[in-house]
Nanobody, 131 residues
Framework: QEQLVESGGGPAQAGGSLRLSCVVS????????MGWFRQAPGKEREAVAV???????SYADSVKGRFSISTDSAQNTLYLQMNSLNVDDSGTYYCAAGGLDAFLTCTVVVESHLIKSLTTWGQGTAVTVSS
């Protein structure tokens, strides 16, 4: 059974950095999309960054130049390096993954369609940025 487990969240100061990790288990799709989403209290979930099996990456405008998504296939891990954090980055961060359907729409631009094709989600890790 596919499983995603996030870690690395916690408190941070504005201007600081955090690195989130997502260990992926039993995921055997050769064409895939993986990504990070976040949800702040009272707000809708939003796509932060996604990466596909061809190493194409897509970022939300609000995190471009500050966040970086990457994978380590040897360790079956998805990462999100977050630099220059601000209070608006606070929320619960979820990693998600999907196979071919997700690969074909792996961009934050078509978020609604992408979310439907991401079949496996983690439980989330909380990030709190204080000023």
């Amino acid at each position: 059974q596919e499983q995603l487990v996030e870690s690395g969240g916690g408190p941070a100061q504005a201007g600081g950095s955090l690195r989130l990790s997502c260990v992926v288990s039993e995921f055997t799709h050769s064409s895939y999309c993986m990504g990070w989403f976040r949800q702040a209290p009272g707000k809708e979930r939003e796509a932060v960054a996604v990466i596909d099996s061809d190493d194409n990456r897509s970022y939300a405008d609000s995190v471009k130049g500050r966040f970086s998504i990457s994978t380590d296939s040897a360790q079956n891990t998805l990462y999100l390096q977050m630099n220059s954090l601000n209070v608006d980055d606070s929320g619960t961060y979820y990693c998600a993954a999907g196979g071919l359907d997700a690969f074909l729409t792996c961009t934050v631009v078509v978020e609604s369609h992408l979310i439907k094709s991401l079949t496996t989600w983690g439980q989330g890790t909380a990030v709190t940025v204080s000023s």
